[in-house]
């Protein structure tokens, strides 16, 4: 009995073997387009990380998933020059609510406000926007390989380089902002939100400072009254705050990503739909629940080291 034939005859008499079937289908097709796409391309990157000196790195996703290849890249610069360039205006797969780059993953101004960020870190040689510079590693592949993203995205780079850095230690390097100091600060996107819980607690609070954008911030102000608001200059200055502060509070958004890279204390609203996210380190806690979301800002927010 031919594949064809041998599908409808389980649909038709066996759901059990169908349910199979279709799993071991499913297998076959993401194997070969592994081993007829990527393969190679995957195996040659290790070739290059042994017998190059210098490497060019490309990434045109979200800017938080810029930010989670850092920890590969800085591992590699310690026996390479690494340069990085960020793709302009890639189309987005899926329509984000609220996304700052519209239809694409980063636009002219996500880029102008990322790269004084990535400028300041050392180990980067070089930051320009791609425009056909010859690339050893390209981390966009990612998104077409034949894997579910559902894991850890601080693991997304060590996927594609074949590198296990240590994501314990920081791997963004910033001085802290001189005048917004021991806040406790926030970054809310209208993404990944944790619909079991509210951030209405906050009002007993009178150091509470906003940083994502203005509607971000709005929406958020209707549960904390007396919320402030800073709008960032770029997300070099945003970084500067965020390791200045009494600790961040946010959930799956850029502002954990550099709370994560500088290791700094951090509180996580996970996402129960899409736990990608997630936190390493001392001093780092997330929660899914209102009770747990209390206990654990009392514990970052009664740390004295903070």
Known sequence: MNNFLKK????LTNQDNYKQYKIEENVKRD????????????NEIQNKIKNKKKLSFLHSGHIGDVINVLPVIK??????VCNLYIGIN???EVKHYGHQGGNVYINEKIYNMLQPLL?????????EEHNNQEIDIDFDILRRLPINLLFDNLRYGSLIAGIQPD???PYISVTPHNEIKNKIVILRSLRYRNHFITYKFLENYDDILFIGTKVEYLDLKKEIKNL???DCR?????AMIIKASKFFLGNSSLGIDIAEALKIPRLMEACPHFPARQVHGKNAYDFYFQSHFEKFFKILYDNKNN
Request: aromatic letters at 22%; glycine letters at 0%; a positive charge.
């Open 8 to 11: 409808y005859w389980f649909k």
């Open 90 to 92: 890639k189309p987005l």
């Open 234 to 238: 770029d997300f070099l200055d945003m």
């Open 75 to 80: 591992e590699l610069s310690k026996d390479h």
């Open 119 to 127: 400028k300041s870190q050392k180990y980067l040689s070089t930051v």
């Open 167 to 169: 994501i314990e230690v």
């Open 31 to 42: 194997v070969k387009i592994f081993q007829t796409k990527f393969e190679t391309y995957i």
């Open 228 to 230: 402030k608001f800073y």
